[in-house]
């Protein structure tokens, strides 16, 4: 079966600071990736999705950029951590081709202080 | 562009109370729709799907049936528990080629007391 890791699960960082959050997904290959940023009280926006190793595709203009160095690894990165990146971060896999479903991890707790 | 509309919470309910939530969607092509559950500090789970008009998809009692003439989705249960506590997503999904990507309806948020 697959399952999806998301880690650290819990983060605090100073304004400024880099950031690097990390996604693996196990029993499956050639996965689409998404990264998502959930705001307190707020819905789901999607911030990247990926195709395939190396191909990134950007939903939102900011200060974030994500990379897949391997077919199951995407990273959400930053150089400098604003307020506004306080969040909650879900990583999702889907299927290529498949019933187009997503299936989330566990999420990761960005505080920016 | 695509969108979906869900009612806002929270939803207050006693055990054992009958549980709608409403949503509808706006979509060019023709989406696969979806309700996805929420536990507090926790990712999103896949509760149910429906990928064509009248299909009924459900899960752990949970139902909604996909009304194309009225662009809806309405997540119900007969008889909701206090561990049904939780936000729930309405989303739709129009594919691309090699891809797809979720819009989101913002959440409702559902509180059962005993």
């Known amino acids: 079966s697959q399952t999806i890791h998301q880690w650290p699960a819990t983060l605090v960082q100073p304004v400024g600071s880099p950031l690097s959050l990390e996604c693996t997904v196990e029993?499956?290959?050639?996965?689409?990736l998404y990264w998502y940023r959930q705001a307190a009280g707020r819905g789901l926006q999607l911030l990247f999705y990926?195709?395939?190793?190396?191909?990134i595709s950007s939903e939102v203009p900011q200060n974030l950029s994500a990379s897949r160095p391997q077919d199951r690894q995407f990273i959400l990165s930053s150089k400098k951590l604003l307020l506004s990146d306080s969040g909650f971060y879900l990583c999702?896999?889907?299927?290529?081709?498949?019933?187009?479903?997503?299936?989330f991890g566990p999420g990761t707790r960005l505080t920016v202080l | 562009g695509d969108s979906v509309t869900q009612m806002e919470g929270p939803v207050t309910l006693s055990e054992e109370a009958f549980l709608t939530i409403n949503c509808t969607y706006t979509?060019?092509?023709?989406?696969?729709l979806f309700w996805y559950v929420q536990y507090p500090g926790e990712g999103l789970q896949l509760l149910l799907k429906?990928?064509?008009?009248?299909d009924k998809g459900s899960n752990k009692g949970f139902e909604a049936t996909y009304r194309k003439e009225t662009t809806s989705f309405h997540l119900e249960k007969g008889s909701v528990q206090v561990s049904d506590s939780a936000v729930y997503f309405c989303?739709?999904?129009?594919?691309?080629?090699?891809?797809?990507?979720?819009?989101f309806g913002k959440g409702t948020m559902l509180l059962v007391s005993p």
């Open positions: 990926s195709v395939g190793i190396g191909q």
């Open positions: 029993g499956t290959s050639n996965p689409n």
């Open positions: 429906a990928t064509k008009a009248d």
């Open positions: 999702a896999w889907a299927q290529r081709g498949g019933v187009d479903e997503q299936f």
């Open positions: 979509a060019t092509g023709y989406p696969s």
């Open positions: 989303a739709l999904s129009v594919p691309n080629s090699g891809y797809s990507t979720l819009t």
